[in-house]
C-alpha cells in the first residue's frame, strides 16, 4: 500500500535537513512533492523507499537521477 508521507517524515527517515532535501530535489536526486492541498505537500511511501534503498545499495548520483526521472514519469502514467 502507497502512502504520503510529510516532510518532517522524509527528514527524519532520511537523515537529512530541509536544505539538502530541496538541493537534492533541484539536482534531480529526490523527487518532489505532490501537492495534497491547497497548503500541503506530500511524497509517496513507495518513491522514497526506493531512492533510500538506491543510496544503501551505492547507486551513483547518475544512477539515482535516472530512478528519480523514472519514478516522475511512473507518476504522470499513472495519472493519464
Known amino acids: 500500500m502507497i502512502t ?3 516532510k518532517p517524515t522524509i527528514l527524519k527517515a532520511c537523515g537529512i535537513s530541509k536544505s539538502t532535501l530541496h ?3 533541484n539536482d534531480g536526486l529526490f523527487t518532489p ?3 495534497i ?3 500541503a505537500v ?3 511511501s513507495n518513491e522514497i523507499e526506493s531512492i533510500v ?3 544503501i545499495e551505492g547507486k551513483t ?3 539515482i537521477k535516472l530512478l528519480v ?5 511512473s507518476r504522470q502514467k499513472g495519472a493519464a
Open 69 to 73: 526521472k523514472s519514478l516522475i514519469e
Open 37 to 39: 492541498g491547497a497548503r
Open 4 to 6: 504520503l508521507l510529510k
Open 23 to 25: 538541493n537534492r530535489i
Open 42 to 44: 506530500a511524497w509517496p
Open 33 to 35: 512533492p505532490v501537492s
Open 53 to 55: 534503498s538506491a543510496i
Open 61 to 63: 548520483n547518475d544512477e
